[in-house]
């Protein structure tokens, strides 16, 4: 898998990082294989110069032999730069095997200050692709833990898996997992296998590295919850 992290990049008023990224999953796609693109929560607090709610996203991709990670990253950065928006700070972070302490840099994002030079000091330490494309270049704080938090396998939530942005309305569980969800649970932990789940706006949950839609009785069916 090669994750792909991206942060930051867009100011008040404009298109999210997750917009960005579903556009660059869409230019991947004639490529690599996209597996999925998560978003990730990072540390809310006012020293956190942000736009509104600091998340950052992943893209999960599989590339055949003979596509290089480093035309991958090339191809990420020309759209990046295509889409830049002035005033905004991206960062971008390209990697394929991510190691234990850009993950636990990850989960100090969601809950502490962290400075850049922290991020360029682990990048270098590890060897790991990590690139500001303008502004402050802030955003290469939440595209490496974007990164190592979609690597934990237990963080975030879908914007995009398989074909499930195309479901709607009420919809059985089965379609959810010809989708591609790979399973729909319930907030106590119980697998569900029947009933009708509300697919509007589903966001399935990255759990154990997989997708999986965490869901409430409704009086009636299921209804999907956004989990960070």
């Known amino acids: 898998m090669i994750y792909i992290g991206l942060d930051d990049t867009d100011i008040l008023n404009t298109r999210g990082t997750g917009h960005l990224a579903r556009i660059i999953a869409g230019e991947l796609a ?3 294989h996209v597996v999925g693109v998560t978003r990730h929560q990072l540390l809310k607090d006012p020293r956190v110069p942000c736009t ?8 999960h991709v599989e590339a055949p032999e003979d596509v290089s990670i480093d035309e991958i990253a090339g191809r990420v950065r020309e759209v990046m730069m295509a889409n830049f928006i002035e005033g905004s700070d991206p960062g971008l972070c390209v990697v394929d095997d991510v ?9 100090r994002a969601k809950r502490e200050l962290i400075q850049q030079s922290e991020a360029w000091e682990l990048a270098q330490a590890t ?10 270049r802030d955003g290469v704080i939440g595209a490496l833990a974007a990164v190592g938090l979609a690597a934990s396998g237990n963080d975030g939530r879908y914007v995009i898996v398989g074909r499930s942005r ?9 379609a959810l997992l010809e989708a591609g969800v790979r399973g729909v649970q319930s907030v106590d932990g119980q697998m569900v296998t029947s009933g009708l789940v509300m697919a509007d706006k589903l966001r399935p949950a990255r759990r154990n590295g997989n997708a999986i839609a965490i869901v409430r009785w409704a009086d009636g069916f299921w209804e999907p919850l956004k989990l960070d």
Do not use: C, Y
């Open 52 to 59: 509104s709610k600091n998340s950052s996203a992943t893209i």
């Open 127 to 136: 060897g790991i692709r990590l690139m500001g494309l303008g502004g402050t």
């Open 99 to 107: 190691p234990p302490a850009v993950v636990e840099f990850g989960w």
């Open 166 to 174: 195309e479901l709607s309305g009420l919809q059985p569980v089965s």
């Open 30 to 32: 004639s490529m690599v």
